[in-house]
């Protein structure tokens, strides 16, 4: 029996069976980078939305005095402090993915980074859209009044702000609808990748 025949028939073996997997997981981290790469881009206009929104609010501010001017400032810090929350985890999300052994931590990583960013939108969502019809109606009042005591006094106000607000009950269901359309397919395949990950290192 020749045993350097049979060391180098399982030394290739060993070699084929190795250079298989590293194939087959370059493969699988090509395929979550491009995923990752269309959840990041969604995910950066989505972000780039809020300035479109908060920068005229801001430049109006500037142009407005008394009340209105104090809310519009609160309304641009509010957009401005979930802006910041989301972008942390944003930063987390890295255009490319290292081709090493901790590959699946760094799927991990960005999973949940992406995650926590549209928990943060929904918590703020839940907060924020019931409000803006309540407060678009008084800023609406303030071009007017100048001041906000007057409003908030003026006869039936709790019933006109309990009433706009249910403006924002259909504008709820319809983001958590168009969220579920722009991510929900993509989180479930990075889920699988990861899944596929665990197996192969």
Not at 22 to 30: D, S
Not at 106 to 123: G, T
């Amino acid at each position: 029996m020749d045993l350097q025949k049979e060391w180098d028939n399982m030394s290739e073996l060993l070699m084929v069976d190795t250079n298989n997997q590293n194939t087959q997981k370059m493969g699988m981290i090509k395929s979550s980078h491009n995923v990752i790469a269309q959840i990041r881009l969604k995910l950066k206009w989505k972000l780039a939305w809020i300035r479109v929104i908060d920068v005229p609010i801001l430049i109006t501010a500037f142009f407005v005095e008394g009340d209105l001017q104090k809310l519009l400032f609160v309304v641009f810090v509010i957009y401005e402090i979930f802006r910041a929350l989301a972008m942390r985890e944003y930063r987390k999300i890295k255009g490319e993915i290292a081709f090493d052994t901790s590959t699946k931590l760094v799927l991990l990583e960005h999973y949940y980074a992406i995650s926590k960013i549209l928990r943060i939108e929904r918590i703020w969502g839940y907060l924020m859209i019931p409000l803006s019809a309540p407060i678009g109606f008084i800023i609406f009042k303030l071009i007017d009044n100048n001041h906000i005591m007057q409003i908030i006094e003026s006869p039936f106000f709790i019933y006109k702000i309990l009433l706009v607000s249910l403006i924002g009950l259909p504008i709820l269901f319809l983001v958590a609808k168009a969220n579920k359309e722009l991510f929900s397919k993509h989180l479930e395949s990075l889920q699988l990748k990861i899944d596929e990950m665990k197996e192969v290192v």
